[in-house]
């Protein structure tokens, strides 16, 4: 069984790998990947981001402890309905829904707080050693009480930060909708990766 779920179209260079952050999906990225296709190799991995950063032990113990207090399924009810903001269409809100109903609740709890033990301890020595061209689309970030909040004019998410910070001419863009840009705003998202890729040469 691969340890990475991933989808691989067109040709042509540079290739182009996409990433999406937690809980997205390796289809969200099916817009973009039709258009550049016809010119470049298009990547899509199945990975998440976030960047939590603190004391590993203590952000597990603040996760855990929230998990504990609200249960489980309350607890991912609220995640999945923190990645919308008011123009969130119908649709995406119904495809992310889809995505609720599917989660094995006892899998979740483990794979979460490893998956923020992974990111205090490890997230950025693996984008050290990043040394391609990157682009970050944000568009939301998980606030100081883990809730998902809307990323303003001016502001950069934690894991924006961790990159631009750490990969080396990594360009930043933001686009101004919920947790899903490259579903809520695809032509924007994919005006932003056709520009950036027309900037590489």
């Given at each position: 069984m691969p340890l990475l779920h991933f989808i691989d179209?067109?040709?042509?260079a540079p290739a182009v790998v996409f990433v999406h952050g937690f809980t997205c999906d390796l289809a969200d990225?099916?817009?973009?990947?039709?258009?550049?296709?016809?010119?470049?190799?298009?990547?899509?991995?199945g990975v998440d981001g976030s960047l939590l950063e603190g004391e590993p032990d203590a952000l597990?113990?603040?996760?855990?402890?929230?998990?504990?207090?609200m249960g489980m399924d309350a607890f991912v009810d609220r995640f999945y309905e923190d990645f919308f903001v008011p123009s969130t269409p119908a649709a995406v809100r119904a495809c992310v829904g889809a995505r609720r109903a599917r989660i094995d609740l006892d899998h979740a709890?483990?794979?979460l707080?490893?998956?923020?033990?992974?990111?205090?301890?490890?997230?950025?020595?693996?984008?050290?050693?990043?040394?391609?061209?990157?682009?970050?689309?944000?568009?939301t970030a998980v606030g100081p009480d883990f809730e998902r909040v809307a990323i303003g004019p001016g502001q950069v998410s934690p894991f924006a930060?961790?990159?631009?910070?750490?990969v080396p001419g990594a360009v930043l863009e933001t686009v101004p909708c919920g947790h899903f840009a490259m579903l809520?705003?695809?032509?924007?998202?994919?005006?932003?990766?056709?520009g950036w890729l027309r900037r590489l040469g």
């Amino acid at each position: 069984m691969p340890l990475l779920h991933f989808i691989d179209r067109g040709r042509g260079a540079p290739a182009v790998v996409f990433v999406h952050g937690f809980t997205c999906d390796l289809a969200d990225w099916d817009h973009p990947m039709r258009t550049l296709s016809a010119t470049h190799r298009c990547i899509a991995a199945g990975v998440d981001g976030s960047l939590l950063e603190g004391e590993p032990d203590a952000l597990v113990a603040r996760y855990a402890d929230m998990i504990d207090s609200m249960g489980m399924d309350a607890f991912v009810d609220r995640f999945y309905e923190d990645f919308f903001v008011p123009s969130t269409p119908a649709a995406v809100r119904a495809c992310v829904g889809a995505r609720r109903a599917r989660i094995d609740l006892d899998h979740a709890r483990r794979l979460l707080l490893d998956f923020v033990r992974w990111d205090a301890t490890r997230c950025r020595a693996v984008l050290a050693s990043i040394d391609v061209p990157v682009l970050v689309i944000q568009s939301t970030a998980v606030g100081p009480d883990f809730e998902r909040v809307a990323i303003g004019p001016g502001q950069v998410s934690p894991f924006a930060r961790a990159v631009i910070d750490t990969v080396p001419g990594a360009v930043l863009e933001t686009v101004p909708c919920g947790h899903f840009a490259m579903l809520e705003a695809p032509d924007v998202t994919e005006r932003l990766l056709a520009g950036w890729l027309r900037r590489l040469g």
